[in-house]
């Protein structure tokens, strides 16, 4: 299996789509807003203030990307992938050349990151955001 390919659901199973949106909690909007607006190269679509939290919403070919800040009471320990819930966030691109793009990209915007690790599922690029928030770059196999 790839993971471009489509495996059926069991007979009697509701269809279930693809990730629709991704809510990331940041420490500071101020400092986390223009980075990942600066990654991406677009600004939020919505920044408003909830009351329990503020938070701004990047939408990325048809997926939001939240960023939520809470008033008090945030666990602000390093982010873990060993810690259970999410290990990290990753965000498709087309191919391997679209791949290196963003390395340099990356490099360009002075984001330390890892290097291109190819395997027979994909193609990764990981590197954090400014909270320690593990994030991936991924193109499919054989691209």
């Known amino acids: 299996m790839t993971a471009t390919e489509t495996v059926p659901a069991r007979a009697g199973t509701p269809t279930l789509g693809a990730i629709t949106h991704a809510a990331l909690t940041v420490r500071d909007l101020k400092v986390s807003v223009p980075w990942y607006a600066r990654l991406v190269g677009a600004e939020p679509v919505l920044d408003e203030d909830t009351g329990p939290f503020r938070h701004a919403v990047f939408v990325l070919n048809g997926t939001m990307l939240g960023l939520h800040q809470f ?14 819930g999410m290990d990290h966030i990753a965000f498709g691109v087309a191919d391997r050349a679209e791949l290196a793009a963003w390395a340099r990209r990356l490099d360009e915007l002075g984001i330390v990151r890892g290097a291109i690790v190819d395997a027979h599922y994909g193609s990764g690029l990981a590197f ?13 196999p054989g691209t």
């Open 71 to 84: 008033g008090s009471g945030v666990d602000e320990s390093a982010p873990d992938p060993r810690r259970l």
């Open 128 to 140: 954090k955001d400014p909270d320690g928030i593990p994030l991936e770059l991924f193109a499919p």
